[in-house]
Structures are given as structure tokens and as C-alpha cells.
């Protein structure tokens, strides 16, 4: 069966760190996604990419970026930890277009000490 | 800012009461999709509405897109122990997807 993974799925980093977290997506979807979730906020944009080659801002991209080198993948990368980067992340995918269902990861748990 | 508004963001329930969230959009949307996760987990695509107007349902819930396509809710009946979880709406403006704020449901035994 077609899945999404994310790892780690928890991870404690100190501030100032570089931090990458991974998302591998076998559904062969052109769409990927991350957000984050954080209470009273809900879920977030950080980036997303509609192919390779592709990644694009989302509301709340400022301290993250993302690479697409390849179908399966987009990792996340905090470049320097900062504790409001303290998060549950989700990755997600979706089929190529606008407004296919969106299939996320089990998460990945950030404290940022 | 936030595209797509929740209400409200917090319900609790006696096991067997209704519950209604509200989704509402500062502008016209393509579509609506509704997503539930479960404590702990992850969001789980429910369904989608594309048709003004449109009514669905999924055995004891009910979801409705407004004739403008600037709203929607989901209706739950005779709510149980297993509804419990954070319901999100998400719907299309231009060439984004936007998530709404959620609305966490509690359902007492």
C-alpha cells in the first residue's frame, strides 16, 4: 500500500541547531506539503511543492526551507532551531492539481530547548 | 492572515447530544474538504463538497457547503465516544489550500 513517512517522528534539538526532518511519500503525488500544528493555531503552511524543482512559501515558511529533488521526497530543514520552532510537523501529499485529497504523515513531535 | 475561519474551536458533549462546526471563508471557494484527527494522530480526509448547495452524508454525520460557497458545516447526530477528535475544514482560494482553525470535540460518557 501507497504510504507517507516521516522521521524522526520525535526529536529534542537545543537552539541554534540545524535540523532536518524527512518525508518520503510513496503515492507517486506530484503535491507535497508541510505544516505545522500548534494549539489555538491550527494547521499551518510551511512550504509546499507541486513537482520537482518546485517549492514555494507558505503563511509561516520564515526559518524553514525545503528541497524537491525527486518525486518521493521533501525535507524539511530548520536551519538554526529557535524554541518557537517547538512543533508537532506533518507532511502531507496530494495527487497533481488543486484541491485532490490531502494524505498526511503520522507527524513528527520537535522540542526545541 | 487566515483565509478560512472555524467555529468553534472548542465543544463538549454528553455522549448522544448533537454537535455542529462551522467553516466560514472570507472568499469563494473552489471546494471544501473535512478532515478529522483523532488525538494524537494524524488528519484523515472525510469527504469533499464542490457544489453550491451541495448536502452529504456519512452515516451519522452531515455536511453542507453554503450556496455562496463561502461556508460550510458539519453536523454531527447522537454523538458517541468514537467522534472525539479535532475536526478541520479546508477549502481552495486561488491556487492555495487553507486549513481552518479546527473545532476540538469532547464527548462525556
Known amino acids: 500500500d501507497a504510504e507517507i513517512t516521516q522521521s524522526p517522528r520525535h526529536k529534542i534539538t537545543e537552539t541554534g541547531r540545524q535540523v532536518t526532518l524527512a518525508c518520503h511519500q510513496t503515492?507517486?503525488?506530484?503535491?507535497m506539503f508541510w505544516y505545522r500544528q500548534d494549539l489555538g493555531h491550527g494547521l499551518r503552511l510551511i512550504h509546499y511543492?507541486?513537482?520537482?524543482?518546485?517549492?514555494n512559501k507558505g503563511e509561516v515558511s520564515d526559518g524553514y526551507s525545503v528541497s524537491r529533488s525527486n518525486t518521493e521526497d521533501l525535507p524539511l530543514t530548520l536551519e538554526s532551531a529557535a524554541s518557537s520552532q517547538t512543533s508537532v510537523y506533518f507532511c502531507a501529499s496530494s495527487a497533481q492539481g488543486i484541491g485532490n485529497t490531502i494524505y498526511f504523515g503520522e507527524g513528527s513531535w520537535l522540542t526545541v530547548v | 492572515g487566515q483565509q478560512v475561519m472555524q467555529i468553534p474551536q472548542y465543544q463538549h458533549v454528553q455522549e448522544g447530544e448533537d454537535f455542529t462546526t462551522y467553516c466560514n471563508s472570507s472568499?469563494?471557494?473552489?471546494?471544501i474538504q473535512w478532515y478529522k484527527q483523532r488525538p494524537g494522530g494524524h488528519p484523515v480526509f472525510l469527504i469533499q463538497l464542490v457544489k453550491s448547495g451541495e448536502v452529504k452524508k456519512q452515516k451519522r454525520l452531515t455536511f453542507q457547503f453554503g450556496e455562496a460557497k463561502k461556508n460550510s458545516s458539519l453536523h454531527i447526530t447522537a454523538t458517541q465516544t468514537t467522534d472525539v477528535g479535532t475536526y478541520f475544514c479546508a477549502g481552495n482560494t486561488g491556487n492555495q489550500f487553507y486549513f481552518g482553525t479546527g473545532t476540538s470535540l469532547t464527548v462525556i460518557p
Open positions: 511543492s507541486y513537482g520537482v524543482q518546485d517549492t
Open positions: 472568499t469563494t471557494l473552489s471546494n
Open positions: 503515492w507517486n503525488h506530484n503535491n
